[in-house]
């Protein structure tokens, strides 16, 4: 399998396989690599993930793993061997436990990416302050980039909000995952730090998180083009 030269991760937030495969079978691996979050893995299990690399794509499985570091290493290590791209942790499950995961992951025939959550971009400083967490997302958001790379993770997940603020706090080659990308025009959903395509690749972004603005169209196919248009044109 041959990695795609694209930024697009396609979230596969369906509760079942049919129609998560059915959307996979309209996309071309070749434009787009895919997630599999909580609800899709949890009711259909590590087949979904060999139904969707046999279609040829490569997945990130969004499971965010948040435990003790030995539970987490073992997780990890399970998810690693399912063949996947990509695989995240919680940052906030602290430095001892992405260090396990660190050294799990080393362990597997073929390492994938490991990236850990900084903060979730449904969330902002009122959400935090619930949690006894003072300030700004952004300064939360930078703090536990910092520790991430301090383990050695490949990366962080992060809102687009936070992507500048992250230039000069981690390398530049340190990845930065961004969900909340809405491309102009559409509903904001849940999120609450978003920004559109263009404008999150522009601020330093590697990887664009996009589920309901190409899964709920009428054509992904062309909902996936007008994206990608939207990314190659001119700043």
Partial sequence: MSSP?????????YAQAPPALALARRLDPARCRLKVGKQLFTREGPAIIDQLREQGFEVFLDLKFHDIPNTVAGACRAAADLG?????VHASGGRKMMLAARESVDAAATPPLLIAVTVLTSLDAADLRDTGIGGQP???????????????????VCSPKE???LAGAVPDTFLRVTPG???AGKD???QKRVATPAQALADGAHYLVIGRPITQA????AALAAIE???????
């Fill in 181 to 183: 990308v809405r491309p």
């Fill in 5 to 13: 030269v694209t930024p697009i991760i396609v979230a596969l937030d």
């Fill in 218 to 221: 009428a054509d992904p196919a």
């Fill in 138 to 156: 952004a300064e939360q958001v930078t703090r536990l980039a910092k520790l991430t790379h301090e383990c050695g993770l490949d990366g962080v």
């Fill in 188 to 190: 904001d959903g849940d």
């Fill in 229 to 235: 248009v939207e990314l190659s044109a001119p700043s």
């Fill in 84 to 88: 996947v791209w990509m695989i995240n």
């Fill in 163 to 165: 992507l500048e603020t």
